[in-house]
């Protein structure tokens, strides 16, 4: 029998994507299971590391790949495995990083904040941040003036998180910092479907996320270089203690792989476009609402719904929707990326046709 009481906890519909306080995404039952029994075990860890590592290769055609407990924790260590690499002196140093190159080239667009500022994930590291530009402007030569025999790496992202366009040619920047032998990391987090295109770009690592799209538990994937993969596994007995992987994290994510390997992506991206042509469709139904559907613009293979509220016809602006929206039972979530300029964004890749029945129910309710 169950001793868990959740009868308090607000019942949340969520319709912002992979948001870390709504709990990222929902795992398969399938999944679930496996996790189930990766709990009630024992395993020697660096067997399931091991395992999981050729389970990515086969995925992503990388060299190796290994398990953090976030992507959060995954460019803290991959920074300090460029730094320390794996020797247990150096991992035991930092994050003083005292006779170690310790700078880290970041182009300004790229310093987000996905709950936590990029550069202090950096800086947890021991390593320092030299920010490259400006948010809307950064040449290849700007990059290329910071490069010097002081950097240990250079961190790169993509995701749709970039609110102005990306002023960084990805591939151009990793050519740079090759010709001048300076590692790369991508924090890809959200984009598990593209690991092998973002390896394409020549990076050095690409670092994903498990508990986003894949949907296993909360894990990161470190994917590429062997030698710098092992010194993030080495970074386990330094800094990195406390940004390990579980057991039930690293079966989830051989799991969740196993699951996305025999997923016809194609077929999957169908469904997806008409969930979303089908809302809306019906959303336009809706008096005040004119919806369009916006492709992922970094290339991941869905689209989100963008609603655009008219306040003369509409009983309410966008920022008043979306907080209504919040404050109802059960609770509804929406992207409001774009609230300023009138907009609700809602992504429904996880969402039941139940939930799309029961958001369209109340969106009614509090514009007509
Ligand atoms: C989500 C995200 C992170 C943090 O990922 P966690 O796995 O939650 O630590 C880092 N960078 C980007 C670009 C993200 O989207």
Sequence with gaps: MSHLDLTNLTTVINARGTFTPLGVSRTSPQVCADVTTALANYYLIDELQE?????????????????????AASITISVAATMAGSSPEKVAALPDTTGMRDHVIIPAAHCVNYGQPILQAIRLSGAKPVVVGSQDECSLTDLEKQISDNNTCCLLLVSSRLVTDDPVDISKAVEIAKKHNVPIIIDGAAQDFRIDKLLDTGADLVLASGQKYLASPTAGLVVGNRDLVAATRAQETGIGRGMKATKEAIIGVLSAIGERTSLNVGEWQEMQEAKISNFVERS??????SARSVPDPTFMPFSRAYLQIDESKARCDAPTLIKALKNGSPAIWVNDDKASQGQLGFELVQITDQEIDMILARLEELLI
Excluded: R
């Design 284 to 289: 336009n139904a809706i008096k005040g609402v």
């Design 51 to 71: 395992l999981a590592s050729q389970t990515l290769s086969k995925y992503t055609g990388a060299e190796a790949t290994s398990v953090t407990h976030c992507s």
